[in-house]
């Protein structure tokens, strides 16, 4: 069971990138998966969230109209899209699972939920 975090890298400010996360060793279609990030020096935290059973998202309200969480179970593949990046969106981006086919709506975003969790991809947003 293995979570792979790709994509990440240094972009200017109002750029975009695609995060990717791959799963492997397990269907990631019938499983909600969570984004988190972590800035050097600050806690973890939920950036978005994405259900298996009725593909609905959820999104931390600094993320809200930038991100786009989505998914292509033909590829075992969940993505996040971020756009209008800021440099305060620099932080190590990770993917996790715990299981479970839909993301809590009062709790999605709480590290704890999860158990599996990917290596984690940096993101820099620097001019």
């Known amino acids: 069971v293995q979570l792979q975090a790709s994509g990440g890298g240094l972009v200017q400010p109002g750029g975009s990138l695609r995060l990717s996360c791959v799963a492997s060793?397990?269907?990631?279609?019938?499983?909600?998966l969570v984004w988190f990030r972590q800035a050097p020096g600050r806690e973890r935290e939920g950036v978005s969230c994405?259900?298996?059973?009725?593909?609905?998202?959820y999104y931390a309200d600094s993320m809200k109209g930038r991100f786009t969480i989505s998914r292509d179970n033909a590829k075992n593949t969940v993505y996040l899209q971020m756009n209008s990046l800021k440099p305060e969106d620099t932080a190590v981006y990770y993917c996790?699972?715990?299981?479970?086919?839909?993301?809590?709506?009062?709790?999605?975003?709480?590290?704890?939920?999860?158990?599996?969790w990917g290596q984690g991809t940096q993101v820099t947003v620097s001019s």
């Open positions: 994405i259900s298996s059973n009725d593909g609905s998202t």
């Open positions: 060793g397990f269907t990631l279609d019938y499983y909600a």
């Open positions: 996790a699972t715990d299981f479970i086919p839909s993301c809590d709506g009062s709790t999605w975003y709480e590290e704890y939920e999860y158990d599996y």
